[in-house]
């Protein structure tokens, strides 16, 4: 079964730091771009990053602009996602997403999705 799983979420103070890491399971990385997602509670899912394939263009949302940031190894097989400064907005269910061609906002243009990780910023 192709999939994603991604881990390193938890419960952190605002102001700090977390890098939440992403891996497939079932397919080469290198031939996805890869996004990732948040999804607070009671709201839609939000586009956050997205990375084309070969890590050489990355595109942020603008809430997360400066704060965010993404990175693959295509060689280890991960994708990250270090988020710095974490505020309590931040707080939601974080996804991975592997889609076949190129970076895209719709989250319905992704084909594989992992089970997501909780990230919660609380004082």
């Known amino acids: 079964q192709l999939r994603l799983v991604e881990s390193g979420g938890g419960l952190m103070q605002p102001g700090g730091s977390l890098r939440l890491s992403c891996a497939p399971s079932?397919?080469?990385?290198?031939?996805?771009?890869i996004g990732w997602f948040r999804q607070a509670p009671g709201k839609e899912r939000e586009t956050v990053s997205c990375i084309n394939k070969s890590g050489s263009s990355v595109g942020y949302a603008d809430s997360v602009k400066g704060r965010f940031t993404m990175s693959r190894d295509n060689a280890r097989k991960m994708v990250y996602l270090q988020i710095d400064d974490l505020k309590f907005e931040d707080t939601g269910i974080y996804y991975c997403?592997?889609?076949?061609?190129?970076?895209?906002?719709?989250?319905?243009?992704?084909?594989?999705w992992g089970q997501g990780t909780q990230v919660t910023v609380s004082s």
């Open positions: 079932g397919f080469t990385l290198d031939i996805y771009a």
């Open positions: 997403a592997a889609r076949f061609d190129f970076c895209g906002i719709d989250p319905g243009g992704y084909n594989y």
